[in-house]
């Protein structure tokens, strides 16, 4: 007779590691109907959207714990955190030069907040001008940005607490290091441009979850209080236009951009300083979305500006503001390759080109004329040119998915770039091969695909793979180093990034092919890069896991409700899950030209076909899912997440885990507020794809 204590702990064993008899946390159901153009929707878990609730935060609470618990396992089967902690300890330098400074955030130990180092000369040992844990004791302060007034006395900067989207803004002295009592609040979305003895910044009424409306620009002068500042500009006929905010590198120009958010259409004004009666005026007007017109800086008189006005790809022009309409092209459009910044010096200007991730740095004179051209290496990228216009050498940065960011000084007469230091790490990053691809969507479209892996790895036997995309708001993606990644694929893994359209990679035509009513398409090039994985045997639906956040996090929740057979694994990130009413809070209405609005019909026949929320169904079992979110999230609130992850934990049919990843005290961006939370975060992930890819 066979022992039943044994076969009950076996079954237990077998239950537990399939996840098919999983006790998840109660989650109560309470049904809420909506009538939208005589279709009715019905949202079962809509009272999780009150996240200020005591019940809220009780069920936030119990379903982080029990993903604690159940990421145990995983944790000692993988290994994550540690060798993760291992490939993330990167030596290097990243300075940036404003003004008479050079400026970086680093962390000083592992439980730190990043703080904001200074240095006048580049040999000169940084000191700290910043530190956020002097800022608050209680709040975890994210620094987001800083700028150093036109003499280099002064720098301003602007932090948020707890991941919020909310900033403030405080002045210290670069030469004392001593702080004044300028201290602005309801910063959000803004710069900070300075103009003499002050800046400009902007700022919206305090609304909560509520949608976010009403932007105001303001001009701050030093000494006195928010609530003297001068305003600048509303727009009290349209509360949903948004503005940004620019001073020229000289101070000679305000520009102010006013765009229609639900349109694309923009206006552009200006205020010259250098005329006898400096006023803000119309520079230009009705602006479409097709002309994207982006001012860079001046150069003279004259503004210098990127648009995509009857071109694809992208051009720089001269735009006199007495005579504003008629352009100069300063250098035409490449055909095949995208502009992706732009950077002006006294004599020259620097241009990054990219195309599917193989990027080219061109320099030309002020009449267009092609001075020298470096090409970068595929799968790496280079950016953030910074310096003074009239400096013979500036940095920038250069990195890939394998490989850490080193700064190079590029000499802006000879074109000759050098290592400012040598980055120190502690793995062989020449043993990862990046490989280029591509592949047929769904409708016969080409589309890019970026594979990176181990040299040695064997190409021809199904493998763990981690398929990512984002597809949104013509995004360009760029390959930036990852400790995760390395670790993914230490562990014979393959990363992928798919270049789906809704992204800008390939220009303005590849964005607004994933727009809006064309959003499913999107989806359709996703899917259609797992099957041709799937279909050349670099992996196996039972190895692919998928992952991507924001509107990346929207692509995995529909590829895995259109496709779910497709997947083993799904992580999506800060995802909006319900897409009928995510338009309803914080800057979701903004991006109606991006989704679409269940105002208009069509829109939301198109938003309720794809919208993960409303397409889970029962009858169907789903992949094992790592939802992760973070609950000070005010651009895509959390209760997204809440409302997909309590859904599918109550299906009859889902056989596979569901876990609700929920990192406290963080936004948007989720665990930036110290290097070991964002190690933990980082290995979370990565220990619940590879326990599922690997040993499930």
Same mark, same amino acid.
């Given at each position: 007779?066979?022992?039943?204590?044994?076969?009950?702990?076996?079954?237990?064993?077998?239950?537990?590691? *399939?996840?098919?008899?999983?006790?998840?946390?109660?989650?109560?159901?309470?049904?809420?109907?909506?009538?939208?153009?005589?279709?009715?929707?019905?949202?079962?878990?809509?009272?999780?959207?009150?996240?200020?609730?005591?019940?809220?935060?009780?069920?936030?609470?119990?379903?982080?714990?029990?993903?604690?618990?159940?990421?145990?396992?995983?944790?000692?089967?993988?290994?994550?955190?540690?060798?993760?902690?291992?490939?993330?300890?990167?030596?290097?330098?990243?300075?940036?030069?404003?003004?008479?400074?050079?400026?970086?955030? =680093?962390?000083?130990?592992?439980?730190?907040?990043?703080?904001? @180092?200074?240095?006048?000369?580049?040999?000169?040992?940084?000191?700290?001008?910043?530190?956020?844990?002097?800022?608050?004791?209680?709040?975890?302060?994210?620094?987001?940005?800083?700028?150093?007034?036109?003499?280099?006395?002064?720098?301003?900067?602007?932090?948020?607490?707890?991941?919020?989207?909310?900033?403030?803004?405080?002045?210290?002295?670069?030469?004392?290091?001593?702080?004044?009592?300028?201290?602005?609040?309801?910063?959000? @979305?803004?710069?900070?441009? &300075?103009?003499?003895?002050?800046?400009?910044?902007?700022?919206?009424?305090?609304?909560?979850?509520?949608?976010?409306?009403?932007?105001?620009?303001?001009?701050?002068?030093?000494?006195?209080?928010?609530?003297?500042?001068?305003?600048?500009?509303?727009?009290?006929?349209?509360? %949903?236009?948004? @503005?940004?905010?620019?001073? *020229?590198?000289?101070?000679?120009?305000?520009?102010?951009?006013?765009?229609?958010?639900?349109? $694309?259409?923009?206006?552009?004004?200006?205020?010259?300083?250098?005329?006898?009666?400096?006023?803000?005026?119309?520079?230009?007007?009705?602006?479409?979305?097709?002309?994207?017109?982006?001012?860079?800086?001046?150069?003279?008189?004259?503004?210098?500006?990127?648009?995509?006005?009857?071109?694809?790809?992208?051009?720089?022009?001269?735009?006199?503001?007495?005579?504003?309409?008629? &352009?100069?092209?300063?250098?035409?459009?490449?055909?095949?390759?995208?502009?992706?910044?732009?950077?002006?010096?006294?004599?020259?200007?620097?241009?990054?080109?990219?195309?599917?991730?193989?990027?080219?740095?061109? /320099?030309?004179?002020?009449?267009?004329?092609?001075?020298?051209?470096?090409?970068?290496? /595929?799968? @790496?990228?280079?950016?953030?040119?910074?310096?003074?216009?009239?400096?013979?050498?500036?940095? /920038?940065?250069?990195?890939?998915?394998?490989?850490?960011?080193?700064?190079?000084?590029?000499?802006?007469?000879?074109? +000759?770039?050098?290592?400012?230091?040598?980055?120190?790490?502690?793995?062989?990053? *020449?043993?990862?091969?990046?490989?280029?691809?591509?592949?047929?969507?769904?409708?016969?479209?080409?589309?890019?695909?970026?594979?990176?892996?181990?040299?040695?790895?064997?190409?021809?036997?199904?493998?763990?793979?981690?398929?990512? !995309?984002?597809?949104?708001?013509?995004?360009? =993606? %760029?390959?930036?180093?990852?400790?995760?990644?390395?670790?993914?694929?230490?562990?014979?893994?393959? /990363?992928?990034?798919?270049?789906?359209?809704? $992204?800008?990679?390939?220009?303005?035509? &590849?964005?607004?092919?994933?727009? $809006?009513?064309?959003?499913?398409?999107?989806?359709?090039?996703?899917?259609?890069?797992?099957?041709?994985?799937?279909?050349?045997?670099?992996?196996?639906?039972?190895?692919?896991?998928?992952?991507? #956040?924001?509107?990346?996090?929207?692509?995995?929740?529909?590829?895995?409700?259109?496709?779910?057979?497709?997947?083993?694994?799904?992580?999506?990130?800060? #995802?909006?899950?319900?897409?009928?009413?995510?338009?309803?809070?914080?800057?979701?209405?903004?991006?109606?030209?991006?989704?679409?609005?269940?105002?208009?019909?069509?829109?939301?026949?198109?938003?309720?076909?794809?919208?993960?929320?409303?397409?889970?169904?029962?009858?169907?079992?789903?992949?094992?899912?790592?939802?992760?979110?973070?609950?000070? +999230?005010?651009?895509?609130?959390?209760?997204?997440?809440?409302?997909? !992850?309590?859904?599918?934990?109550?299906?009859?049919?889902?056989?596979?885990?569901?876990?609700?990843?929920?990192?406290?005290?963080? $936004?948007?961006?989720?665990?930036?507020?110290?290097?070991?939370?964002?190690?933990?975060?980082?290995?979370?992930?990565?220990?619940?794809?590879?326990?599922?890819?690997?040993?499930?």
């Amino acid at each position: 007779m066979k022992n039943p204590l044994f076969l009950f702990l076996f079954l237990l064993i077998y239950l537990s590691g *399939t996840g098919q008899e999983l006790q998840y946390p109660e989650t109560i159901s309470e049904t809420v109907y909506d009538t939208i153009f005589e279709i009715v929707v019905a949202d079962d878990y809509q009272w999780l959207e009150n996240i200020a609730d005591v019940k809220t935060k009780e069920w936030i609470d119990t379903q982080n714990k029990f993903t604690e618990k159940a990421l145990r396992k995983p944790a000692s089967k993988c290994n994550s955190y540690h060798s993760i902690d291992k490939y993330a300890y990167i030596k290097y330098e990243n300075p940036i030069r404003q003004g008479d400074y050079y400026f970086t955030y =680093a962390y000083y130990n592992n439980i730190s907040l990043p703080a904001l @180092f200074y240095q006048k000369a580049i040999n000169d040992s940084p000191t700290i001008i910043v530190d956020p844990n002097f800022i608050s004791s209680s709040d975890n302060i994210l620094l987001k940005g800083y700028s150093v007034s036109g003499d280099s006395k002064l720098l301003a900067y602007q932090f948020s607490r707890n991941g919020s989207d909310w900033g403030e803004i405080k002045v210290v002295n670069l030469r004392t290091g001593s702080h004044r009592n300028d201290h602005l609040i309801r910063v959000k @979305f803004s710069g900070i441009s &300075w103009k003499d003895d002050g800046f400009y910044y902007s700022t919206f009424p305090e609304q909560g979850m509520e949608t976010t409306t009403g932007q105001e620009v303001f001009y701050h002068k030093l000494g006195m209080d928010q609530t003297e500042d001068e305003l600048i500009f509303r727009r009290k006929g349209n509360p %949903t236009a948004f @503005f940004s905010v620019m001073t *020229t590198s000289d101070e000679r120009y305000f520009i102010l951009t006013e765009r229609d958010e639900i349109t $694309g259409q923009s206006n552009i004004f200006y205020i010259d300083f250098a005329s006898p009666s400096p006023a803000l005026m119309p520079l230009i007007t009705r602006l479409t979305a097709d002309e994207h017109l982006n001012i860079i800086d001046n150069q003279g008189n004259q503004l210098v500006a990127t648009s995509f006005k009857e071109n694809n790809n992208g051009m720089i022009v001269l735009i006199d503001p007495a005579n504003p309409r008629a &352009w100069n092209v300063l250098v035409p459009e490449y055909d095949a390759a995208l502009l992706l910044e732009v950077k002006l010096l006294e004599d020259k200007l620097i241009a990054v080109y990219q195309s599917n991730q193989k990027q080219i740095i061109s /320099f030309f004179d002020y009449q267009g004329k092609t001075l020298d051209v470096i090409q970068l290496g /595929f799968g @790496f990228s280079a950016g953030s040119f910074n310096g003074e216009k009239k400096d013979k050498e500036i940095l /920038f940065s250069y990195s890939g998915y394998t490989q850490p960011t080193v700064v190079y000084i590029l000499n802006t007469e000879t074109f +000759d770039m050098k290592p400012l230091r040598q980055t120190v790490v502690n793995f062989d990053y *020449t043993q990862f091969e990046t490989k280029e691809l591509e592949y047929a969507s769904n409708d016969g479209t080409r589309i890019p695909l970026l594979m990176v892996y181990r040299k040695d790895l064997d190409l021809t036997t199904p493998n763990p793979l981690l398929l990512k !995309a984002y597809g949104g708001f013509g995004s360009v =993606a %760029t390959p930036g180093f990852s400790p995760g990644i390395v670790h993914f694929l230490m562990n014979d893994g393959i /990363f992928a990034f798919a270049n789906i359209r809704g $992204g800008g990679d390939k220009g303005k035509a &590849w964005a607004l092919a994933g727009k $809006g009513k064309n959003k499913q398409t999107s989806f359709d090039d996703f899917i259609a890069a797992a099957e041709y994985l799937i279909n050349n045997n670099y992996t196996s639906s039972n190895k692919l896991a998928i992952t991507g #956040a924001s509107n990346g996090g929207l692509v995995v929740g529909a590829a895995i409700t259109q496709r779910p057979e497709l997947f083993k694994v799904a992580v999506p990130i800060v #995802a909006p899950m319900d897409m009928i009413r995510f338009e309803k809070f914080t800057i979701g209405h903004l991006h109606a030209d991006e989704y679409g609005s269940i105002s208009d019909s069509a829109d939301f026949q198109q938003l309720l076909a794809y919208s993960p929320l409303q397409n889970v169904v029962e009858g169907k079992s789903y992949p094992a899912m790592l939802i992760m979110t973070s609950e000070n +999230d005010d651009r895509v609130p959390p209760f997204h997440s809440y409302k997909f !992850a309590a859904k599918m934990q109550n299906l009859d049919s889902q056989k596979n885990p569901v876990l609700l990843r929920t990192e406290q005290d963080a $936004g948007h961006y989720g665990a930036e507020s110290s290097f070991k939370k964002r190690l933990r975060e980082e290995a979370d992930m990565y220990d619940f794809i590879l326990y599922h890819l690997l040993y499930q």
